[in-house]
């Protein structure tokens, strides 16, 4: 932590945690009830999770929500994301912030607008990108 009480680095899961709050708190004033229990339940499930303790979530969520009150406080946590994360873990953060952004219905402009800085601040091609966010759209398709 800096003299501000803001980190200057995350651990790989901190920067994967804060990709999904970034999306969910770009809604509007909070998080919705199906963001948290969708970002519940990825870090719940998904392996690259595996040995996280169950203290680690919201002290992360308290972190990446601290970081955007701060002045340049989005692109400060993109830095501490972008950095801690290899580029095959930057396509997984990419990935968690579509599902994040898929779970409450359809993503409005502030979150495709997040969508894409997140995208620009991993580094992470439009190809790719196009590709995560259709595989995203069509897990959470109505029959």
Not at 61 to 70: E, G, N, P, S, Y
Not at 127 to 138: K, Q, V, Y
Request: aromatic fraction near 4%.
């Amino acid at each position: 932590m800096s003299k501000t009480g803001l980190p200057q680095s995350f651990t790989p899961h901190e920067a994967l945690i804060g990709a999904m709050v970034l999306m969910a708190a770009s809604g509007g004033d909070s998080m919705t009830d199906a963001e948290i229990a969708r970002m519940t339940k990825l870090v719940q499930e998904l392996p690259v999770f595996t040995g996280l303790g169950p203290e680690a979530v919201p002290h992360a969520t308290d972190t990446c929500l601290r970081l955007l009150a701060a002045p340049e406080g989005l692109e400060h946590a993109f830095d501490l994301i972008r950095d801690a994360l290899p580029m095959r873990l930057r396509e997984t953060a990419y990935l968690l912030a579509c599902e994040v952004a898929a779970a409450d219905g359809a993503a409005e402009q502030e979150e495709l607008r997040m969508l894409q800085s997140l995208r620009i601040g991993l580094e992470i091609d439009r190809l790719i990108a196009g590709a995560i966010e259709r595989a995203a759209r069509a897990r959470y398709q109505l029959a």
